[in-house]
């Protein structure tokens, strides 16, 4: 047997594909090198906006589970397009507080007026981000739900719940894949925290200058305020008041993680409670970066380098994800890495990853922007919350915006990954996933 043979032999058909897609990414360096000889800053852009109107195999699956053909899917919106409404409306609303600064300076009313949207925004915008990447999870696996929301109602928590005719669905669901219910408790604060990170991103690789500092301390506050309240049992009462009697989304995971393998609640209450505790602690972290508090881009040296940084802590299917992000940029080199710790309750399991955004490329007149991502480290085995064994993880992506005008930009994103967790994905199988759209740039 040759050498290709052996290693078809002992990868499966998943691993195979993943090996392929890698060596197309780590072509893509040379290919810049090769072919750009432009090394000019692009020019500031003042407004980013992302419209993906379609992402597979997501809406296919969504399209199943809510039936009406096709277009029935975008009635249950995937991660990724919901997270990318939620950034349009943040970042329009930063826009227009910027323009009413330029025209009517700052102060007192212009920080009010700022604080104050930033509260209102997100009883609307962010509230609906939550309890839609809940359900983006549960439809992509053929689990209909309906959302209660109580927008600006704090003695009543709004919340995503099965359809009565989809109990069978998600029995299914659950059996088939034993951390799919856990991955549904963790995806409305995973998305906050996912929001945090697209606007910080887009204010510092593309110089927007826009105030999304109130914005950042809300949406970290209340994630962090809805982990501390329902680890401490004072949400109980209010989840109560609707019917829910098995915790919030904090204790769903918890629970989930403990009875993973069969073990009876009454066997480990106690360090099920000492372990959400804990969270309380760790969520302190995405806290720690110098864009909370007004430094938006940090000089390093006299050769244009330019930098920022920021500290994430996710709940995840397996634990928490503990990842310590590092943004640079270099006139058209805007650059993203990222130390990822996957903490499960035994052990802990390093990632490392790379991010090349927007990089400029010219065949002629037509240009484009590449955008390589690659992710590669360990995850527990099959996800488990109580295993020392790991499995591989590894993520590559590719997202081409084509320069069709001066403010239209026709983009497609490919993304190949192994079997495991990935922020802002609904599934934790190996697949194949393209999203194209359009990103309007001014």
Known sequence: MNLFGFFCNFCNAKQVRFIFFLCIILSIPFSLYAQSSEDTEPPPVKLKLDFPFFDFPYQKDAANTVGNGFFGSYARPSLNQTLAVTTDAYSLFALGMKQWQEKNGGGYFYNAAL??????????????????????????????????????????????????????????????NPSGPIRVSTAGLESQILLVNNLQRNNFFYEQKLSFEFIYWEQIINSHHYIIMDATGNLDAMLESVGITTGGDPTLWASGLFSLDGSDETSYKEDMDKYLKSQMYWHILNYVS?????????????????????????????????????????????????????????????????????????????????????????????????????????????????????????????????????????????????KIGVSLRF
């Open 115 to 176: 604080m104050g949207g930033a509260f209102v925004m997100g009883n609307i915008f962010g509230l609906w981000l939550h309890e839609e990447s809940h359900r983006a999870v549960l439809t992509a696996h053929g689990v209909d739900s309906d959302i209660t929301y109580h927008f600006f109602n704090y003695t009543k928590p709004s919340y995503a719940s099965v359809k009565e005719d989809a109990r069978m669905d998600y029995g299914r669901f659950a059996r088939e």
């Open 290 to 434: 110098p864009m909370l508090f007004g430094i938006r881009s940090i000089k390093l040296g006299d050769n244009g380098l330019t930098g920022n940084f920021a500290m994430r802590h996710l709940l995840t299917p397996f634990g928490t994800a503990v990842s310590a992000q590092v943004f640079l940029k270099k006139k058209s080199y805007n650059m993203a890495f990222a130390y990822h710790s996957y903490l499960n309750y035994e052990h802990y399991f390093p990632a490392i990853e790379a991010e090349l955004i927007d990089y400029p490329l010219h065949f002629g007149k037509f240009g484009m922007y590449l955008s390589p991502r690659f992710i590669i480290g360990m995850q527990p085995k099959e996800q488990k919350f109580k295993t020392k064994e790991a499995d591989f993880f590894g993520l590559f992506g590719l997202r081409v915006d084509f320069m069709i005008g001066k403010h239209f930009f026709p983009y497609i994103d490919f993304t190949a990954r192994t079997d495991g967790w990935a922020a802002g994905d609904e599934y934790l199988t190996g697949n194949e996933t393209i």
